[in-house]
């Protein structure tokens, strides 16, 4: 009998346990969340630098960049991209002055007469911050937390979970207090080198703070006395100096909404630089409130804890697990676009003209490192939108016999739309011209690099790795932005021919690149002492899963040629501390634009932006003065038919030393789900989300019909448990019978 009942009471438990399975899912949200107004989604990647001094990665943008407001952004929906006021009444016009400050016609108004530009911008009235506690004050204008311990702050995770908050109205000073941080070398803005070149005062700027930073830390140092650990001091106890004491004429504030930019020459793209979040406002309240002991003991800073006045802030900040942001209810006036370009309103793009933003509340991103459970997720409903990675493309896409790209019918079944954007973004393979092989302007080298580029096909690159998501590129600048040419007038004529059938730029023969390096000095790939040539290419290990695939297909291409190409793989940190010493030999870079000119991608070539001799963007170090002259030229010009044949001659000097393989213009495919609205890929800003808009009943709806308990499953289960229990239930049965 007890056996019996054992038998019987596994059975109950497996079938319950069944039960109970097919009831569940792996819906990773509470009960009822996907009902509220919330945009889910996943990052693989942590952020580690919200302070928009020094905030340079896109995964880092697309948080503070609703969070920091700068005085313009651009239009949502119109192409090309076109500058907007956001915090700023209007995008000012330039005003320009001679040499005695007299003020010139736009018409004489010429580089080399040009002495000063000034940009005076006029904020909007009773723009406020978000809420926080470095705002909370005492009836004596202390802040409340200046004597706080770290224990009474314990309990909270976030500053935004602090009991005392308040906030205060947007002035000039906040704007003119985060320019000159930028100056602050402690910070290490990654723009420094280059906006300093044209705003006036900014390098000596960074002088004076270096040498206030110095004597405050001798300072330091002699109160202390022997032992004294500067580094350890500073992390509990930070070092502040006063940003607004020393002159600086290439910011000033001329009264509270009010503060004008001066430049020493005309470089009309300082707007766009004045759109990033690098000339956001920062509040002194937040500076002074990080630097107390408390706080700074809790770990809280603005590389964690941004302050800002934008449509959200952010909630939550576990950087390997959760990070949520909130709609900021301090927000002000702002609305959906009532204009667009031709489509988008047939496209559902101008259904919410008008009307007051942001639409979604909140934002959940949760950490998923791996592309196929977030995937899953997405198919499921439980993500919001998605790439399409190479291991699901065939899923999610059906390639008509002209490339054109359309859902498969599954995906299209559950309503999702596909959308595609050529991104305004260039990769390449860097060659490092401080490198006694690889590097200089010799003719040889040069027809070194352009052999090794017609090696590596990356029209073949494209089909193996990407889906053929890409087009190949001819030089630096991409499409999208003023200066690419397309089609064969476009063609690199050093490594590349015009396919008019095709409609494709494909490599010269291999032929073509054994004779450049007969003519460079290495006939089959030999060096002069007879032994092959060895090349070697530096990267980050581990941060690419697919690097081991990429690097063969480098290898065979190379070996066409007789080149041997080894790999030198260091930690990020390392392989960040050899590009900026210049010790390595070929690295590949991505660049993707800041904002939609060509100076942009051409000044990451320009000597004087060296990355060993300058600290600046030019990671390869090319430096020819031929190439700086044009550049020099056309950097300060506005677009028109003389900057477009400047820009020709520019690329074509770049094409013919070859700093890098130019390899491909990438192509995004995302899918999004019906009850996702309003969006438009958007390649110039982060700040998009609060166009957009979550029919959350929608949403509910299938998720329910897309995750149905599997109860066949189920049954087929209890019936195959049932068979195998039986012969023990009958053993059971003849045992009692014959007792009995």
């Keep these: 009998m007890q056996l019996k009942v054992m038998n019987m009471g596994a059975a109950g438990v497996l079938g319950g346990a069944l039960l109970f399975i097919a009831a569940c899912t792996n819906n990773p949200y509470r009960p009822d969340e996907t009902a509220e107004s919330t945009f889910f989604s996943t990052f693989a990647t942590p952020p580690t630098k919200l302070d928009p001094t020094s905030a340079y990665y896109s995964h880092e943008g697309a948080i503070i960049d609703q969070i920091y407001e700068p005085p313009f952004t651009y239009h949502y929906l119109k192409r090309p991209y076109e500058l907007v006021p956001l915090t700023a009444a209007a995008v000012p016009q330039p005003v320009y002055l001679d040499a005695e400050g007299g003020v010139m016609a736009e018409a004489d108004a010429t580089a080399e007469r040009v002495k000063r530009v000034q940009y005076t911008i006029t904020l909007r009235p009773g723009i406020k911050f978000q809420d926080h506690p470095c705002f909370a004050r005492t009836t004596d204008g202390r802040s409340v937390y200046a004597d706080a311990t770290a224990t009474e702050l314990e309990p909270y995770d976030y500053p935004s979970h602090f009991p005392e908050q308040s906030t205060r109205t947007l002035a000039a000073r906040d704007y003119a207090l985060q320019i000159r941080r930028l100056a ?81 020459t005309k470089y009309p793209q300082i707007l766009y630089w004045m759109s990033m979040h690098f000339f956001g406002p920062v509040p002194q309240e937040a500076i002074d409130f990080y630097a107390l002991p408390a706080v700074t003991a809790a770990q809280f800073s603005l590389n964690r804890c941004p302050v800002g006045t934008g449509p959200y802030t952010l909630h939550t900040f576990r950087p390997n697990e959760l990070i949520v942001l909130e709609q900021n209810p301090n927000y002000h006036d702002d609305t959906y676009p009532t204009e667009g370009e031709p489509g988008d309103r047939e496209a559902g793009l101008l259904a919410d003209a008008g009307k007051r933003i942001p639409f979604i509340e909140r934002q959940v991103y949760r950490m998923e490192k791996e592309a196929i459970p ?45 959308l595609t954007d050529i991104r305004t973004m260039l990769w390449w393979t860097a060659f490092n011209f401080k490198d006694d092989v690889v590097g200089g302007l010799a003719p040889e080298r040069c027809k070194l690099r352009q052999a090794i580029t017609i090696a590596l096909d990356y029209n073949e690159y494209l089909d193996v790795f990407a889906n053929g998501r890409g087009r190949p590129a001819q030089g630096p600048i991409p499409p999208g932005i003023y200066g690419y040419r397309a089609g064969e007038v476009g063609t690199n004529p050093f490594t590349d021919t015009w396919d008019p059938m095709r409609g494709k730029h494909v490599r010269l023969p291999i032929e073509k690149a054994k004779q450049l390096m007969i003519e460079a000095g290495y006939p089959d790939g030999r060096t002069p002492d007879g032994q092959p040539l ?95 002259t044009l550049f020099r030229q056309l950097e300060t010009m506005t677009n028109g038919p003389e900057r477009m044949a400047l820009i020709d001659q520019t690329l074509r000097v770049i094409q013919r030393d070859a700093p890098a393989v130019w390899q491909f213009y990438p192509v995004s495919f995302s899918l999004v789900h019906q009850w996702y609205h309003n969006v438009k890929p958007h390649q110039m800003s982060y700040n998009t989300m609060k166009f957009r808009r979550i029919d959350a009943a929608a949403r509910v709806r299938c998720q329910e019909a897309w995750n149905q308990p599997r109860w066949g499953v189920v049954v087929g289960a209890l019936v195959v448990l049932a068979l195998l229990c039986l012969p023990g239930i009958i053993r059971v049965w003849r045992r009692e019978r014959r007792g009995a």
Aim: hydrophobic fraction near 35%.
């Design 184 to 264: 602050d070398p402690r910070l290490a803005s990654p723009i420094f080198s280059t906006v300093a070149r044209y705003i006036e005062g900014m390098t000596e700027l960074q002088q004076t703070y270096t040498t206030m930073i110095e004597e405050a830390r001798a300072a330091r140092r002699e109160a202390a006395g022997p032992g004294y650990n500067q580094e350890q001091d500073e992390k509990a106890n930070p070092l502040l100096i006063d940003y607004m004491a020393p002159d600086f004429p290439g910011c000033v504030v001329v009264d509270d909404l009010t503060y004008r930019i001066t430049l020493t």
């Design 374 to 418: 977030a995937w899953n997720k997405f198919l499921q409903g439980y993500v919001d939108a998605s790439g399409i990675a190479s291991d699901v493309f065939d899923q999610a896409i059906e390639m008509a016999a002209d490339n054109d790209p359309s859902l498969s019918p599954d995906m299209a079944e559950k309503g999702m739309r596909l």
């Design 534 to 628: 060895t090349l070697h290419l530096d990267h980050a290990a581990g941060l690419d899963p697919q690097f081991r695939s990429r690097f063969q297909w480098m290898q065979r291409g190379l070996e066409r040629i007789g080149i041997r190409l080894k790999e030198r793989g260091t930690d990020l940190s390392r392989f960040r501390s050899k590009r900026n010493s210049g010790e390595w030999q070929i690295s590949s870079s991505g660049w993707l634009a800041d904002y939609p000119d060509p100076e942009n991608f051409l000044f990451l070539f320009y000597g004087p932006n060296g990355k060993v001799d300058h600290g600046g963007p030019n990671t390869c170090n090319y430096a020819s003065e031929e190439f700086d």
